[in-house]
């Protein structure tokens, strides 16, 4: 095991002093919830990056075919990044665990009394389908499946869905 010196220790703290002295002002972070591959410079998003004076083309066509392999209207969260030299760098996750429930579930929306009364019942299969789903998030992937299936199964006792072995 090497021993650490002063000088590997000057050179790591320079390697990382470069990193922050190279990086790019940050003007805003933008939170966008778009459709599956209909990016269009229409509301939400036009006025949104519009703002900021960010290539809207670029964005739309970025973003439609980061998408395409998601089913029309899927809602999809963006979280963008814009620079002050007018570019930008942007994120895609996966929909909500919410709207997954609600999809497989087949409802439209969930309680208006959690706990208390119960929209319906999905089976643990599904919960693990989700799970799955949710795993290729990126910022889900450093969970467990495991960990994944109990929040998930916590999410839908708070929307009222009833989670049962078999169905």
Same mark, same amino acid.
């Given at each position: 095991m090497p021993v650490l010196t002063a000088d590997l220790l000057k050179e790591s703290n320079m390697?990382?002093?470069?990193? @922050? &002295? +190279? *990086?790019?002002?940050?003007? %805003? +972070?933008? *939170?966008? /919830?778009?459709? &599956?591959?209909?990016? *269009?410079p229409a509301p939400p998003v036009g006025p949104a990056l519009g703002f900021y004076r960010l290539n809207l083309m670029a964005f739309?066509?970025?973003?439609?075919? *980061?998408?395409?392999?998601?089913k029309a209207e899927t809602p999809m969260q963006v979280t963008l990044t814009a620079y002050k030299d007018s570019t930008f760098e942007f @994120?895609?996750?996966?929909?909500? @665990?919410?709207?997954?429930?609600?999809?497989?579930?087949?409802?439209? +929306? %969930?309680?208006s009394r959690p706990g208390h009364n119960m929209v319906t019942s /999905?089976? /643990?299969?599904?919960?693990?389908?989700?799970?799955k789903l949710k795993q290729s998030d990126p910022?889900?992937?450093?969970?467990? /499946?495991e960990a994944l299936c109990k929040s998930i199964i916590g999410t839908a006792k708070s929307?009222?869905?009833?989670i049962v072995k078999d169905l």
């Open positions: 390697a990382t002093l470069k990193d @922050v &002295a +190279t *990086r790019k002002p940050i003007l %805003a +972070t933008i *939170r966008l /919830l778009v459709p &599956a591959g209909a990016a *269009r739309c066509k970025d973003f439609n075919a *980061r998408t395409q392999k998601y @994120v895609v996750k996966s929909p909500s @665990v919410s709207w997954f429930l609600k999809k497989a579930a087949g409802v439209e +929306t %969930a309680s /999905l089976s /643990l299969r599904h919960v693990y389908e989700i799970a910022f889900c992937k450093h969970m467990s /499946l929307m009222g869905i009833e």
